[in-house]
């Protein structure tokens, strides 16, 4: 494996940039638009969605550079890029306003996130190694969760909302100096580049085409139709059904953050013959339990006690899935693949949008949070049957990192 301080300066890039984008998020864009500009539930629809437009762009332009240079040039630029977008949030003083720089951050904000998942192949060719060194940089952005609303909610109370997105801008540009100086293993390139057109489609027809990516990918898409509906209520369940102030936000996050970093801590110690598809769709079935017992009551100290324990459950699943995707995916197509991985994440939030406001009008804002519980529970119920059948190839099947199942392989790639 490459020297280990590559691995600490990703890591430490990734808590870094992280603890300002987690309070710029949750307490940032969240407070601005529920509390402060007194956002109704389409309205908040409206912000997140330009969030998820922008973002979809920006991943799928994402995994295309990310193999053309790597995936360092693109995280680099990225943070470096991300300054100046976020501080734009600071004169969002309406909605219209604010959904136009919501926007603008997801476009320059997509590429670092589809960045840093592409980064773990490109330091490491072991599977145990790729593992672990994925569930080092989720445990930073997790460790992140914590530290960043936390510091969104004092932030908020003392200096007022617009402060954390300054915060944010400097947390980028620490980011940015840390990558800088990150060395990466010396990996298959695409021989011959094509127009971006091309290699984008190259990546959706091997994404498809390749039956385990297929399944991981679209089983993570159910839990993102999930986290669609919190990105569109969750706010106004704080401030109408739980009824607290914005500074909540962070503390709650936090609590949740740290169910997150025990579940990556766990995630990390899965051995190898339980990295499977079945453990993968348990997990993603385990959240359906998680919204029952986060929103099930509106009460502060259950929601934040339920909080932890769902985060445990998101923790584990997350690098959990990560890994199963890069250690199917070819070095040449690892950019194009988790872009396409983060694009099915944005669509899935972009989903609910549509109409979470329209069902939290018509049947309460908890109720339409606990009935989109149903939707991980039935992917997880989907899925199981594909998932055992994978389970049973899975030592001919399951190829090193790198390398693609010689039936999906693409004759496009690096010919």
């Given amino acids: 494996m490459l020297s280990d301080s590559s691995v600490r300066r990703l890591v430490l890039a990734r808590f870094i940039s992280r603890v300002g984008g987690e309070a710029a998020f949750f307490v940032g864009i969240w407070g601005k638009a529920a509390f402060t500009l007194d956002a109704t539930p389409g309205e908040l629809a409206f912000v997140m969605g330009a969030l998820g437009v922008a973002s979809l762009i920006g991943a799928s332009l994402a995994g295309v550079l990310i193999d053309r240079f790597d995936p360092r040039r693109v995280l680099l630029w990225g943070e470096i890029f991300f300054i100046p977008a976020v501080l734009a949030m600071v004169f969002a003083d309406t909605i219209p306003l604010l959904v136009a720089a919501t ?33 080092w940089i989720e445990g930073a952005a997790w460790a992140a969760f914590v530290i960043g609303p936390a510091a969104g909610a004092v932030i908020a109370a003392s200096v007022g909302v617009d402060g954390i997105f300054v915060l944010d801008a400097a947390t980028s ?214 998932a055992k059948s994978l389970d049973r190839t899975r030592e001919a099947a399951v190829p090193p990192p790198g390398m693609p199942e010689p039936e999906a392989e693409p004759r496009s790639v690096g010919h």
């Fill in 103 to 135: 926007f603008l951050l997801g476009l320059v904000g997509a590429p670092v996130f589809t960045a840093i998942s592409s980064f773990a192949p490109f330091l490491t060719d072991d599977e145990d190694e790729l593992a672990r060194i994925n569930g």
């Fill in 173 to 386: 540009a620490v980011g940015a100096a840390l990558v800088f100086g990150v060395k990466m293993r010396p990996a298959a390139k695409v021989e011959e580049v094509g127009s971006g057109w091309k290699e984008l489609r190259e990546g959706f027809s091997f994404a498809y085409g390749h039956q385990r990516l297929r399944f991981y990918i679209w089983l993570g898409s159910s839990v993102w139709l999930l986290f669609g509906f919190f990105s569109a209520l969750e706010p106004l369940f704080f401030r109408d059904v739980v009824g607290v102030e914005v500074e909540t936000l962070g503390w709650v996050n936090s609590i949740f953050g740290l169910g997150l970093v025990g579940g990556t801590w766990l995630s990390a110690r899965i051995p190898g013959r339980l990295r499977t598809a079945r453990t993968l769709a348990a997990l993603v079935g385990l959240n359906a339990l998680g919204v029952v017992a986060y929103v099930g009551t509106g009460r502060l100290a259950v929601v934040m006690t339920a909080g932890a324990v769902w985060g445990v459950i998101i923790g584990a699943m997350v690098p959990l899935h990560r890994t199963l995707i890069q250690v199917n995916t070819p070095d040449p197509l690892v950019g194009r693949i988790m872009g396409v991985n983060q694009m099915h994440a944005e669509v899935g939030h972009l989903i609910p949008l549509t109409f979470a406001p329209a069902l939290a009008a018509a049947f309460g804002v908890q109720s339409t949070m606990l009935g989109s519980g149903l939707v991980v529970a039935a992917a997880a119920l989907l899925f199981w049957p594909g």
